[in-house]
């Protein structure tokens, strides 16, 4: 796979990059940010920020944001949980991967919404385990355990149930992130080698406008002490918690994005991260945050564009869906997200959710695979050698229609054209009635149906998985959560 030295869409030129900054490092000045976690306020302080701790804002100079942006890493890669490079997110190389914050599951059979339970992350991360072009590993909050307890168990199913690297939050409580990261530890092989060879990621995000809370603060703090790699970033939603204009909301975005950049490199310089998160706009009209809108693309698209000026690897929400269901909307929706995130040379960016980031569907994650195939082969672009404009290829054919069977097609067309898996129907009208007439979520449902059938073998040792168990039922533990509780679903293959 070839991928372009540069991005083949720019919605903003270098001279308005440059004004966005200017901009950001004024306003990092004034207003500043307030900051609510005291080790946050006493670490900017000794990194020569102002701090007022009565109104506790923090004003940042902008001789500390250029030293962070020197010090964070240019590039870093993403393993599997054997160790194996997975992710390099480096230059314009894309990798896909489904939204994590989803609470529900779209239920193909009934075509219907309801809550997501352990049942449903393990189904989800099998059949993503088999898409050749979603690299990554994320999904549903479980319902069917505490609310207090979900962080620490969907990670858990999560390195129990798949290879993949994994994308993770914490929602719930402050303390859970030291938990999350013994879990992610045992796995890798303790706090260097995860240092060394990353399985996952965390997302922290400030609260827009310029603010920092207690619990998500703690989070970076802790994720940047052991070099795990965060997407430090904000979501400023344009008209509501951002100016309405976009290019306000990217300026705002990338002075909330300094922020935590420069938190980060305070707590431990060389920490890595991403810049972006989930930009996204308010639609006035109806009241809600539409991550299929094409201006929340456009958002998207120019924080990748400042984020590789500022060579730190971008992470970004697109190739989601505010359909209710998986129709044309779903589709086209998904398809322009992703389209513009890999011509944008975004590196990390969530697919395949529904319903305004509230929900993930197998089948939809089927098709979101399909068009992120089709992206990658857009972006590798039309090759060429000399050969290419040699005559020969024509005097060999010549009046005749024969390229079908010349030795220059047998020889160039795997590498010339994708291979569309089932989702996609290429056969006349006379086959397609023949197979039952089936549209592509019906054939995307049959495709999970298929992958649901396979045995699909563990991806941990028997000892990892027992450490994974222990941490477990210790926290569940210290929550006064009996074991019974936990759903007899995270225990069986």
């Not at 230059?91 to 809550?115: C, M, Q, W």
Request: aromatic fraction near 8%; include cysteine.
């Amino acid at each position: 796979m070839q991928y372009p030295r540069e991005p083949l869409f720019r919605i903003i030129d270098a001279a308005a990059i440059e004004k966005i900054l200017e901009t950001a490092y004024a306003l990092l000045q004034k207003p500043g940010f307030k900051v609510y976690n005291d080790r946050a306020i006493k670490i900017f302080e000794e990194g020569g920020c102002e701090v007022n701790h009565e109104t506790r804002i923090v004003k940042i100079p902008r001789s500390l944001v250029e030293w962070a942006i020197r010090e964070t890493p240019r590039t870093f890669t993403l393993h599997n949980l054997q160790g194996e490079a997975q992710a390099p997110l480096e230059s314009n190389r894309f990798h896909p991967y489904p939204g994590t914050t989803a609470i529900g599951v779209y239920d193909f059979k009934k075509r219907l919404f309801r809550e997501a339970m352990t049942s449903d992350l393990k189904q989800f991360l099998k059949v993503v385990s088999h898409l050749p072009f979603i690299k990554l590993q994320s999904a549903f909050i479980c319902n069917d355990v505490p609310e207090n307890f979900t962080d620490i168990y969907r990670l858990a199913v999560h390195l129990k149930y798949t290879n993949k690297p994994i994308k993770t939050s914490v929602f719930t409580t402050k303390d859970s992130i030291s938990v999350m990261k013994e879990l992610l530890f045992a796995v890798s092989g303790g706090e260097d080698a995860h240092a060394e060879k990353p399985i996952g990621f965390v997302s922290v995000n400030c609260d827009p406008p310029f603010m920092w809370n207690d619990f998500i603060t703690e989070v970076l703090i802790e994720c940047a002490a052991s070099k795990i790699p965060l997407s430090r970033g904000s979501m400023p939603i344009s008209g509501a918690a951002a100016p309405v204009t976009l290019i306000g909301a990217v300026i705002q975005h990338a002075a909330e994005s300094m922020s935590s950049i420069v938190l980060s490199q305070l707590v431990r310089p060389g920490a890595p991260g991403l810049y972006g998160s989930s930009p996204i706009i308010f639609d006035i009209r109806k009241g809600t945050t539409p991550m299929g809108a094409i201006e929340t693309h456009m958002f998207n698209s120019a924080v990748a564009q400042v984020g590789k000026f500022l060579q730190i690897p971008t992470h970004l929400y697109l190739g989601l869906t505010d359909a209710k269901c998986i129709d044309a909307q779903a589709g086209f929706e998904a398809a322009m997200g992703i389209l513009i995130g890999a011509l944008s040379g975004a590196n990390l960016f969530a697919v395949g959710m529904m319903n305004f980031e509230t929900a993930l569907s197998p089948e939809n994650i089927v098709i979101a695979n399909e068009i992120c195939g089709m992206a990658e082969r857009l972006v590798s672009g039309i090759g060429y050698a000399p050969s290419d404009f040699s005559t020969a290829v024509w005097e060999e054919v010549g009046h005749t229609q024969g390229f079908i069977q010349s030795l220059h097609t047998i020889k160039n067309f795997k590498q010339e054209q994708f291979k569309v898996s089932d989702v996609v129907d290429r056969s006349n009208l006379d086959d397609w009635i023949a197979r039952g007439s089936k549209d592509c979520a019906e054939r995307a449902h049959g495709i999970v149906q298929d992958i649901l059938s396979r045995e699909t073998p563990k991806t941990v040792t028997p000892q990892v998985e027992e450490e994974i168990d222990r941490i477990v039922l210790d926290y569940a533990k210290h929550l006064g959560i009996p074991k019974e509780r936990i759903p007899r679903d995270f225990f069986e293959n």
